[in-house]
């Protein structure tokens, strides 16, 4: 059964967000893992409308960040300014020390200021100044980005693309669900009206449940068959690394506690290899001639192939 907490954020959020479930599902599945999530999509889907409804829906602090070319990494992070009265600098907090972070549109700042979110996801800390300061739980950042935008864009390369465990899309929705959008604008009124539903304490307390979800021989063998059969492809100049192994397999516990299990089984990674594997390699096709879409071809036919426990 699911814990009542998860069912009433889920239920919190689609209140103002009409899109998928599963993005939804996607979002609370990095929430609880600890991880971070990049939402790949074209504008005016609902990126921001979901970003802020989980925000908003945890009682926790949140910071935006509209990220632009001459965004400088002081900006993001913080900066220290000098008291004349106490004649000693003192440190500002950058947008960085929230809980929830969104970073909208991250392939338009420089590659200079997006190492140093990027550098803030890993590690759960910033590094200014000589000093290192830890980043409070929880920490997320959900950054967005528009996948069809090239001029004045600096996409990010594949080993920042790497401290995302889900990379996720949203979609044009669906007739009934525009219908709502139109009827409702919940993005003008609903939205600035959710009241939290979940303290940060309680997301603290699920995501450490979270590595004592059952993962059975079996199924933690099916994920290394998985990798092993990236690592393999003809097609694929570059498999999934044991990071991605290990993002496999935290998102597959992960989304078993989101959907009420203790216990993880095959449907969780099949769900989940997309989401966390398709950034994470790279196809010949793609290296060849640009065709982004064969990496998820290519995984896909890869899940058809590699024998799923029963």
């Known amino acids: 059964m699911a814990d009542h907490r998860i069912e009433r954020l889920r239920g919190n959020i689609q209140s103002v967000f009409f899109g998928p479930a599963q993005a939804v599902d996607h979002l609370l599945i990095g929430l609880v893992a600890r991880g971070h999530v990049l939402i790949e999509d074209v504008p005016g889907v609902g990126k921001t409308v979901l970003a802020r409804a989980l925000a908003r829906s945890i009682d926790c602090k949140f910071s935006r960040i509209q990220l632009t070319p001459d965004l400088l990494p002081s900006d993001v992070l913080g900066v220290s300014v000098y008291n004349s009265q106490t004649q000693t600098f003192e440190f500002k907090n950058g947008p960085i020390f929230a809980n929830i972070v969104l970073a909208d549109e991250i392939n338009r700042t420089t590659p200079r200021t997006q190492s ?3 550098e803030a996801m890993s ?3 910033v590094s200014i100044e000589n000093q290192t300061r830890r980043l409070q739980r929880p920490f997320m950042v959900v950054a967005t980005q528009n996948p069809f935008e090239f001029e004045g864009t600096y996409y990010l390369p594949e080993n920042q693309l790497d401290r995302f465990l889900l990379r996720t899309a949203i979609g044009y929705p669906q007739r009934g669900d525009e219908q709502r959008v139109l009827t ?7 939205l600035d009206l959710l009241s939290p539903v979940m303290s940060a304490d309680d997301v603290v307390e699920l995501q450490d449940r979270v590595p004592h ?5 079996a199924v933690l063998d099916y994920i290394l068959d998985i990798a092993a059969a990236t690592r393999q492809e003809p097609q694929l ?3 999934i690394s044991p990071r991605g192994s290990l993002a496999l397999t935290q998102a597959s516990q992960a989304r078993a506690l989101v959907m009420g299990r203790d216990y993880v089984i095959p449907d969780d990674v099949k769900a989940l290899a997309g ?3 398709t950034h994470r390699v790279i196809s010949k096709a793609y290296l060849h001639n640009g065709d982004a879409a064969a990496t998820g071809r290519i ?3 890869i899940l058809e192939q590699v024998a799923c426990p029963g």
């Open 184 to 190: 409702l604008q919940p993005g003008r009124g609903r």
């Open 237 to 239: 100049h570059l498999g």
């Open 116 to 118: 140093a979110l990027l």
């Open 275 to 277: 989401p966390v594997c």
């Open 299 to 301: 995984l896909q036919q």
């Open 213 to 217: 979800v059952r993962l059975d021989a």
């Open 123 to 125: 590690e759960e800390q």
